[in-house]
């Protein structure tokens, strides 16, 4: 089975432009999660979908959005981008019913400039 | 709030030299714990999960343990390939809720 691919792999953007990243989860997995992970931070959690449909929210800002399609694969928007926006975005897939293993993909590096 | 903590911070280790790791966590229900292993400029891979206490999962030269408020990683015999940061989430029970709370994690080096 393939894994999981993001894209672009890395991005370079400027202060106040916004960014789509992509997410293509495991084939059969329904829910795809997203992380963002900074020295500072560490991984943090920024939300969820399952079945088109946000089912988790972290605490960020409503410039991060999200959307997921009828076949599972994800995007991740960041709009008005700062310079704090810059960090790696990881993207997890998981199958439904558990064990709720969480599979990631490679990141998205974005630098905001 | 549900809380992760990872000791230490970093480990030093000679080829061969066993050692464990810390994960220690405060949640009001545990639905189950990770570990993930990650590479510079990679995501996490996944290496196990617990789910309760007194559980134990190896592979490799990796074995985890798990008890009501901590859970260990031990490194047996590490090969320089084993450095990696080791990241330590737990899942808790809540319905419709399965975000991932990670731990800052340990960076383990090991020299040859």
């Known amino acids: 089975k393939a894994g999981v691919t993001q894209t672009p792999r890395y991005l370079i953007k400027t202060r106040g432009q916004q960014v789509t990243l992509s997410c293509s989860p495991i084939s059969g997995h329904r829910s795809v999660s997203w992380y963002q992970q900074t020295p500072g931070q560490g991984l943090q959690f920024l939300f969820e979908?399952?079945?088109?449909?946000?089912?988790n929210k972290g605490n960020f800002p409503g410039r991060f959005s999200g959307r997921q399609f009828s076949n599972s694969r994800s995007e991740m928007n960041v709009s008005t981008l700062e310079l704090g926006d810059s960090a790696l975005y990881l993207c997890?897939?998981?199958?439904?019913?558990?064990?709720?293993?969480?599979?990631f993909g490679p990141g998205t590096r974005l630098t905001v400039t | 709030e549900d809380q992760v903590t990872q000791s230490p911070e970093a480990l030093r280790l000679q080829e061969g030299e066993s050692s464990s790791l810390n994960c220690s966590y405060t949640v009001s229900g545990l639905r189950g714990l990770f570990w993930y292993r990650q590479d510079p400029g990679k995501g996490p891979e996944f290496l196990f999960t617990?789910?309760?206490a007194g559980e134990e999962k190896e592979k490799e030269r990796l074995k985890a343990t798990l008890t009501k408020k901590e859970s260990f990683l031990h490194i047996t015999a590490p090969k320089p390939e084993d450095s990696a940061t080791y990241l330590c989430a737990v899942q808790v029970i809540s319905s419709n809720d399965y975000k991932l709370s990670f731990g800052a994690g340990t960076t383990v080096t090991v020299r040859a």
């Open positions: 979908y399952f079945s088109e449909t946000q089912r």
């Open positions: 617990l789910y309760s």
């Open positions: 997890a897939s998981s199958s439904e019913g558990g064990p709720y293993e969480q599979y």
